[in-house]
């Protein structure tokens, strides 16, 4: 409580032991963090969630305003060989689950610059020797803070994005990585890529059209429905809780992130 007072009244509460952004909340009203404190130590988790049972702690975070970002580094014996930055789309409201990814960023160079710079820094700092560095960032007036990071891949087909807009194998460099060689890798995309996921609304399922109109806009890659009629969808509280996705290419950022989100305009998941 003290936390979010000197806060403005604003924080994040993020579990230790989820993940897909389960139980994470964002918080403008200090009055309301005891019950939303508990949401968050025992969050409702999906089926297929692999948390369920396990005790968690509640992380206080400040909550910032501004855009969200992720750098993938690929680093050999301490050498950054190859660097992508990843502009990611959020769910508004108190559940910031993440919608969508666009590669390589469409920041201006300053600003995209900056967040390679940090995330160069933080394998230096950390002593990352070899393997795959992903961390996530927030900018706020172009000073990139850094949200949490991992040595692992990104996950939400961040790897499938970096590949088609590199034309390069992400995966299969990452791997020669480990076994001790030293791939060539881009400095630079040739074209983008882009994964727009399919929120419906909550409610059970009674019909689900537009699969064929999506696949025919241009640029389209791929179109996922994960949800069938029958189901019931949730309210969103993590990215398990998304019903499919569409992937989409372009030259350019923003050519690859509207042709992903008309496609996804095509997708109607009706509920009852």
Request: glycine residues 10%; proline residues 7%.
């Amino acid at each position: 409580m003290e936390f979010a007072r000197a806060h403005g009244g604003r924080c994040v509460l993020k579990p230790t032991r989820r993940s897909g952004s389960l139980g994470v909340q964002l918080i403008t009203d200090p009055a309301d963090l005891p019950a939303r404190w508990a949401d968050s130590a025992t969050p409702p988790e999906p089926a297929e969630a692999t948390g369920r049972g396990l005790p968690t702690g509640v992380l206080v975070e400040e909550l910032l305003v501004g855009t969200e970002h992720s750098v993938e580094l690929l680093v050999a014996d301490g050498e950054v060989i190859f660097a992508n930055v990843t502009d990611k789309r959020i769910a508004g409201g108190r559940y910031p689950v993440e919608t969508g990814h666009t590669v390589p960023s469409a920041l201006p160079v300053a600003e995209h610059d900056a967040l390679r710079a940090a995330a160069v820094r933080l394998a230096t700092a950390a002593g990352f020797r070899s393997g795959m560095l992903h961390s996530e960032w927030i900018l706020v007036d172009g000073v990139p803070t850094l949200v949490e990071c991992a040595a692992r891949m990104p996950g939400d087909m961040i790897t499938a994005l970096i590949s088609i807009a590199y034309e390069r194998d992400v995966i299969e460099a990452y791997l020669r990585v480990l076994r001790g060689e030293r791939p060539a890798l881009p400095t630079r995309a040739t074209g983008a890529a882009a994964i727009e996921f399919l929120i419906a609304p909550p409610g059970r399922v009674t019909a689900v059209d537009g699969r064929r109109d999506a696949l025919r806009v241009p640029g389209v890659l791929d179109v996922q429905v994960e949800t069938k009629v029958g189901q019931t969808v949730p309210e969103l509280l993590s990215s398990a809780h998304r019903s499919g996705h569409l992937m989409a290419w372009g030259a350019t950022p923003d050519e690859a992130a509207d042709a992903a989100r008309r496609a996804a305009d095509q997708i109607r998941i009706t509920v009852g």
